[in-house]
């Protein structure tokens, strides 16, 4: 084996090392070229410079982060690698996607007898280098795996791989080497330890993550790290990997590229693994006891990662130390090391990754090496580590610790954490079993969404007065669980501080007395008020927790005090029994139940009455009450009342007080609780203020989302999807304004504005554009001219698709088929939208005459987990396709669905797994 590294000058050199070794005659020759200068065009020359002077060699390249020669660290250079083998033959490899498919197709064209390793170099930015890997793996489950994936100093730009002359932007190249008697010897070293909680990924797509802990990562990312990092994402991160385990084998993945909200990383996650930020341990690199080889080689490769340079620096070098030893060896700083671990074929980054071969039938013992002395820079960076992962240790003790604790109080309590607005930001699992909610309809809600209506407030403004001057508040509480249940807790809530003594968060503890208090309650309950013979207090709470939709109106006699002043205690209750004796003749049905409360107070109680309906009953009951003359024995005297009414079963009682208490004030007879009203009217008073600021402003603007050809994976066409853009910047979907527009007269102009920025958008695109359009459009006489007009002036109508919503009822069938068929003689083509919701109709598919039935996402989302899902969606497209339709699978969300729409035969899918709405500007030209 002749072996030969060197740092490019200029192409005479380069010739002069070609001939002064004789490679021209090798016939077993690996040329590889680490080319950090950074320029393409460079890159290209020096890829068809060595294939023409080498016309027989295998030659790799592949665009760096750094370079590495005879163990020292090197940048923007180019470094050039012969090996000359002479008992091995070089298979040299490729694929134009690095996916899985990619790596199985490779891992198939290899002979399986004496192939034992292989080098591959990926494209470092868009391609799946760790999916690539595992179709490898499937394949070839015994193949030694090195290399990495190229890069380009950090810019996250574009990087260049090569074979044989052969510039690529994507894919994989890389080299086999066949030979029964080839002695490898590889390794790997991760000197980064985890530092810091251990958090959740809570949202991420393959190997982009979203949300950790349930908060943005650039969140997550600016509390720790601060402003200044967030705003160089992802160059100023890569120091600090995550950290999740794998098999008992921590694995690193550092940042590749940002993206809206998210940051794209060098490998996959998956939601749940728990990662934690990461640090260098420079003793470790060292020192280096474990990265030794144990005999020598005769050539020997180094890929390691940009994101150890970025941090370690020239501390690095002592990784390498080993290269002394040998008369000379290579590599390069990559955005991810491929390798081979005792579990699976990984893509890892902050690692030293080495491969080493020999063709030799004996090799020699290395001896041991001695620790590089450092300059005094970088002893003190050594110095900072060696503080900082003392630190860590004393942090995992102390968390496992706290860890302990927590275990032992999660099992015998309920425990919740909130904020110090009230909001809940954790809940144990006997929270939610006791509770009834899930997890995620807890987290972010306050915790009266368990408050019981029984439960007074007063007792929370007093809680709430005493945790918030710092002090710990117990005492005992019933609350409600999701099916309407109560259950009562001995609560304790503990403020927790900062270092500046600020309250930063509150913790509850709590424990279930519910058994206890309901047996006292089975000897204490008396459902029957005594002196009126009514259902009581309690027997209102029991009927209105298994009811539906109550509706209640608190009954108050009006100077009930004066009676019992002036005529005694005695007439008092004599009038309290009158009034119970009359008032439920005057109720108009047995729906009506009537409730004797405390004091003077009663409660008219119905389960599903319209609200018009139960207060004008009330009304006529108050009139029939003030015509009653009550106390005949006393000559009769007139009762006046005031009626509190009461229609949201959440704290209903204590509502109806509240219109009691307002309909004294306003000096009416009775008042409706009308707060939900209020609080939407207000919502939907400003949003509409929001839809004509931005209509008068042009911040209507439509989002293109590609609809997917499912057999050829190519996008022909687009959905039009309405946003809204406030003054701040913030991009609103219909969901938030559509139907208040629908309710003002803004809704026409938002239609027409949709179809002409559309339109504008797309004529000077070659894809097909479809665009949503609703009943009360087509119902729109100035509408539907306009979009006659629209269509008339487009150059190719056959491109426009007309999706009509299938989810609204529709009245009128002729104005609808007339419309179809007018726009259909113009060119354009029409598609049911949201079909299998809703109004689902098969009837009148053959009446529109409809060129596309889109198939409702709420069937879509669930075809690969239900049955019944799935076979809907058949029965539609089979269908769909009887009479002649073509088909759109949406809300495509992941690989899974993708593949059964595929199995399926549905003709095109459209969803985030294929592509995210975006503005014309972000659409592929």
């Given at each position: ?12 050199s380069l010739l002069k090392h070609i001939e002064n070794n004789a490679f021209q005659t090798e016939k077993n020759l690996l040329v590889q070229f680490f080319d950090g200068r950074n320029d393409e065009y460079l890159f290209g020359e020096m890829s068809r410079q060595l294939f023409s002077l080498l016309p027989n060699a295998t030659i790799l390249g592949v665009t760096t982060a750094g370079e590495i020669l005879d163990g020292k660290m090197l940048e923007n250079s180019v470094l050039i690698s012969f090996c000359a ?146 705003a160089n994402l992802p160059s100023s991160i890569v120091k600090f990997p995550l950290i999740k385990t794998e098999n008992g084998v921590n694995i690193a993945r550092a940042p590749i590229a940002i993206t809206e909200g998210a940051l794209v990383f060098g490998g996959n996650f998956a939601i749940g693994d728990k990662v934690r930020f990461g640090i260098a341990n420079i003793d470790a690199i060292i020192e280096n006891n474990d990265s030794i080889l144990l005999q020598k080689p005769e050539v020997f490769w180094i ?623």
């Amino acid at each position: 084996m002749k072996v030969l590294n060197f740092q490019f000058e200029n192409s005479l050199s380069l010739l002069k090392h070609i001939e002064n070794n004789a490679f021209q005659t090798e016939k077993n020759l690996l040329v590889q070229f680490f080319d950090g200068r950074n320029d393409e065009y460079l890159f290209g020359e020096m890829s068809r410079q060595l294939f023409s002077l080498l016309p027989n060699a295998t030659i790799l390249g592949v665009t760096t982060a750094g370079e590495i020669l005879d163990g020292k660290m090197l940048e923007n250079s180019v470094l050039i690698s012969f090996c000359a083998f002479s008992h091995t033959k070089l298979i040299p490899l490729s694929s134009p996607t690095c996916d899985f498919n990619g790596g199985k197709s490779i891992g198939k064209k290899l002979p399986k007898k004496h192939v034992k390793v292989a080098i591959f170099f990926s494209e470092g930015l868009k391609g799946k280098p760790e999916y690539f890997l595992h179709g490898v793996d499937s394949v070839c489950k015994d193949l030694i795996i090195a290399g990495g994936a190229a890069a380009d100093y950090e810019r996250f730009s574009k990087t260049l791989i090569s074979l044989n002359g052969e510039v690529f932007s994507n894919g994989v190249v890389g080299v086999a080497f066949d030979n029964a008697t080839l002695k490898i010897q590889n390794q790997w070293k991760l000197n980064w330890n985890p530092i810091g909680k251990p958090m959740v990924i809570t949202k991420v797509q393959d190997n982009t993550i979203f949300e950790l802990d349930s908060r943005p990562i650039c969140e997550v990312i600016r509390h720790y790290f601060g402003d200044d990092i967030v705003a160089n994402l992802p160059s100023s991160i890569v120091k600090f990997p995550l950290i999740k385990t794998e098999n008992g084998v921590n694995i690193a993945r550092a940042p590749i590229a940002i993206t809206e909200g998210a940051l794209v990383f060098g490998g996959n996650f998956a939601i749940g693994d728990k990662v934690r930020f990461g640090i260098a341990n420079i003793d470790a690199i060292i020192e280096n006891n474990d990265s030794i080889l144990l005999q020598k080689p005769e050539v020997f490769w180094i890929y390691s990662c940009m994101g150890c340079k970025a941090f370690a620096g020239k501390i690095l070098e002592n990784e390498f130390h080993i290269c002394n030893v040998l008369d000379t060896t290579s590599g390069f700083f990559s955005y991810g090391e491929f390798f081979k671990t005792p579990q699976s074929t990984q893509m890892l980054n902050l690692t030293t990754t080495i491969l080493a071969l020999s063709e030799q039938e004996h090799m020699e013992t290395l001896p041991a090496l001695k620790v590089i002395q450092l300059d005094e820079k970088h002893q003190n960076i050594a110095v900072m580590s060696r503080l900082t992962n003392a630190i860590v240790d004393e942090l995992e003790h102390t968390i496992k610790t706290l860890d302990a604790y927590k275990i032992a109080l999660d099992a015998n309590s309920i425990v919740s954490k909130t904020n110090t607005k009230g909001i809940i930001t954790y809940v144990n699992d006997l929270f939610v079993k006791i509770s009834g909610y899930t997890r995620e309809e807890l987290i972010g809600r306050s915790h009266r969404i368990i408050r019981h209506p029984d439960m007074h407030s007063s007792t929370f403004q007093d809680m709430w007065q005493t945790i918030t001057k710092g002090k710990i508040w117990q005492g005992m509480i019933t609350n409600r669980t999701k099916s309407g249940e109560a259950y009562h807790v001995d609560t304790t809530i503990v403020p927790l501080f900062d270092e500046n003594k600020n309250i930063i968060e509150f913790i509850s503890t709590r424990n279930d007395l519910t058994k206890i208090i309901t047996q006292q309650q089975q000897i204490q309950k008396q459902t029957t008020d005594a002196l009126t013979n009514l259902p009581n207090r309690i027997k209102l709470f029991d009927d209105l927790a298994s009811s539906s939709n109550p509706i209640i109106a608190l009954v108050n006699i009006d100077s009930f005090g004066e009676i019992n002043r002036f005529y005694g205690f005695e007439s008092g209750n004599t009038m309290l029994k009158e009034f119970a004796n009359t008032l439920p003749k005057m109720l108009p049905s047995s729906s009506y139940k009537l409730y004797k409360l405390d004091a003077d107070n009663f409660v008219i109680l119905n389960d599903g009455e319209k609200t018009e309906l139960f207060c004008k009953t009330i009304e006529h009951i108050i009139q029939q009450i003030h015509a009653h003359q009550f106390l005949s024995e006393l000559q009769g005297i007139s009762a006046r009342i005031s009626v509190g009414i009461a229609n949201k079963k959440a704290q209903i009682l204590s509502r109806a007080e509240e219109a009691l208490k307002q309909a004294r004030l306003k000096n009416c007879d009775w008042f409706l609780s009308s707060e939900k009203e209020e609080a939407i009217y207000l919502q939907n008073f400003h949003m509409l203020s929001t839809l004509k600021n931005a209509i008068e402003n042009d911040r209507i603007v439509p989002y293109y989302q590609a609809i997917v050809n499912v057999k050829t994976k190519c996008t022909t066409k687009y959905e039009s999807l309405i946003r809204l853009i406030d003054e701040n910047g913030k991009v609103y979907t219909p969901y938030f304004f559509l139907e208040v527009a629908k309710k003002s007269k803004y809704y026409p102009t938002l239609t027409r504005i949709m179809i002409e920025k559309t339109l504008y958008d797309f004529a000077s695109r070659e894809e097909d554009i479809a665009i949503n359009l609703s009943v009360e459009d087509i119902e729109d006489k100035e509408t539907v001219a306009f979009i006659k007009n629209a269509i008339i002036n487009f150059e190719e109508p056959s491109r426009i698709t007309f999706e009509l919503t299938e989810t609204e009822a529709i009245q009128d069938y002729l104005t609808i088929t007339t419309f179809i068929k007018t726009v259909k003689e113009l060119g354009v083509k029409i598609a049911i939208d949201d079909f299998g919701s809703g109004y689902s109709n098969f009837a009148y598919l053959a009446q529109f005459n409809a060129d596309v039935l889109k198939i409702d996402g709420t069937i879509i989302k669930e075809i690969a987990v239900d049955n019944n899902s799935y076979q809907i969606a058949a029965t539609i497209h089979d269908f769909a396709k009887r009479l002649g339709m073509q088909t759109v699978a949406e809300f495509v969300f992941n690989q899974a669905i993708d593949e059964i729409v595929k199995e399926l035969n549905i003709d095109f899918a459209q969803g985030y797994y294929h592509a995210e709405p975006v503005p014309v500007e972000k659409l592929p030209l």
